[in-house]
Nanobody, 124 residues
Framework: HVQLVESGGGSVQAGGSLRLPCSTS????????LGWFRQAPGKEREGVAG????????SYADSVKGRFTISQDNAKNTVYLQMDSLKTEDTAMYYC??????????????????WGQGTQVTVS
């Protein structure tokens, strides 16, 4: 069955870095777009970064552009989110997702079929 498992979350000081791996199984990894979303208390889930099928391109929310990097390792069926220069406003639960969004919909949660359970990131 399909599984997406995030890890790597934790508490970090502002300006620090974290790397979030998302290990996947149960679906053809290279046939799907992969995304990272986050949700802070009282806020809607927002798309943070997306990587297109086969890693052919990436997109980022303006709020993280230049600080976050999404990548994938096809041999390990794993997608990563490298987060640098973290800010307090990056505090949220982070989720990875797999789906088939149209180009402009990479940051739309409804476009993704499979989701992980999330990992908490707290920046102070």
């Amino acid at each position: 069955h399909v599984q997406l498992v995030e890890s790597g979350g934790g508490s970090v000081q502002a300006g620090g870095s974290l790397r979030l791996p998302c290990s996947t199984s149960g679906f053809p990894f290279t046939d799907y777009c992969l995304g990272w979303f986050r949700q802070a208390p009282g806020k809607e889930r927002e798309g943070v970064a997306g990587i297109y099928i086969g890693g052919t391109g990436t997109s980022y929310a303006d709020s993280v552009k230049g600080r976050f990097t999404i990548s994938q390792d096809n041999a390990k069926n794993t997608v990563y989110l490298q987060m640098d220069s973290l800010k307090t406003e990056d505090t949220a639960m982070y989720y990875c997702a797999a789906g088939s969004p149209y180009g402009g919909d990479w940051n739309k949660a409804y476009a993704y079929n499979y989701w992980g359970q999330g990992t908490q990131v707290t920046v102070s």
